[in-house]
């Protein structure tokens, strides 16, 4: 991807964000841009309205750690977006390069660990998977695997989530909160592209759901980023109907890039007894088997 582009369009866009009342100052007549200016952002990070310029024209080769916070306090970034910002800037001094080639080939070529996988089966009361930046399932659960019946059923998924979620006319009745789901889709896809932008897989993925879905064009355009740790979310499935789950997403130390999730309910709960009626649908229903990733 261009690390330029990426640069200018994702600090135009938070800047757009910041209003002059969030910022502390006054609003003003005759604003002609929404959010910010570059000199009142420039005039927060103590930087030269110049040097801000050429930052926000996607220059960030050389760029100090020091400016780079100031710039990131200036605009309100939350921990993702800073974290956005500073692979941006790592890809723009390449010094991202030693980490490409092992990234490009640990995430085509991974397998699980027969370890691994055994942990994953011993989670029982639970979908667990793991999944890479560009929402490949790589390894999951019996449990994982009936929760995405879905996304197996269907060779065009390709045991992608994002896929899925853009594609697949299957999406809006398991996810309830489609918005929601798709927003976070394309956050992730998003913040992958700024820590890993040399990963062709990724490219093609954007580019055929950007050439796809007018939803994914939209929000792959807002230059959206987020950490997808820890929260709830609401299914429908079709053999055990409404779940709300609680996820945990833990990044793996061991394997960059991978995130492994887990998924739970609350206990006593009417998730908590859908759960265990899937449970019981995997045992004897034979869900479809993942295709081994290449």
Do not use: C
């Not at 841009?33 to 930087?47: C, H, M, Q, T």
């Not at 200036?74 to 991202?96: I, N, V, Y």
């Not at 820890?230 to 960059?256: C, I, N, Q, S, W």
């Amino acid at each position: 991807m261009d690390n330029q582009a990426e640069v200018r369009e994702f600090l135009t866009s938070r800047r757009a964000k910041i209003t002059p009342e969030q910022a502390g100052l006054p609003a003003g007549p005759r604003r002609r841009v929404p959010g910010l200016r570059r000199s009142e952002v420039a005039a927060l990070a103590d930087v030269s309205v110049e040097y801000y310029a050429k930052l926000e024209r996607g220059n960030l080769a050389g760029v100090s750690p020091a400016v780079l916070e100031a710039v990131a306090r200036a605009l309100r970034l939350d921990d993702a977006e800073r974290a956005h910002l500073l692979h941006l800037a790592q890809a723009a001094d390449g010094s991202d390069i030693l980490a490409r080639p092992r990234r490009r080939a640990t995430i085509r070529r991974w397998k699980p660990h027969p370890s691994l996988q055994w942990t994953l089966d011993a989670v029982t009361e639970g979908p667990a998977f793991v999944r890479n930046g560009r929402m490949d399932l790589l390894a999951i659960n019996r449990l994982a695997r009936a929760f995405y019946a879905d996304v197996y059923a269907d060779p065009h998924n390709q045991e992608n989530l994002a896929r899925f979620t853009f594609l697949s006319p299957d999406a809006r009745r398991f996810y309830p909160d489609w918005d929601q789901a798709a927003d976070i889709s394309v956050a992730i896809l998003r913040t992958e592209a700024g820590r890993n932008p040399h990963d062709k897989d990724l490219h093609d993925l954007v580019g055929e759901l950007s050439t796809r879905s007018d939803a994914f064009r939209t929000r792959w355009g807002a230059h959206d980023v987020r950490h997808h740790g820890t929260g709830f979310k609401r299914y429908h499935h079709a053999a055990v109907g409404d779940l709300t789950l609680a996820y945990e997403g833990l990044e793996m130390a061991a394997e960059p890039g991978l995130t492994l999730t887990i998924y739970t309910a609350e206990p006593a709960s009417p998730s908590e007894q859908s759960l265990r009626l899937l449970a019981s649908w995997a045992a004897t229903s034979q869900p479809p088997e993942p295709a081994p990733h290449q």
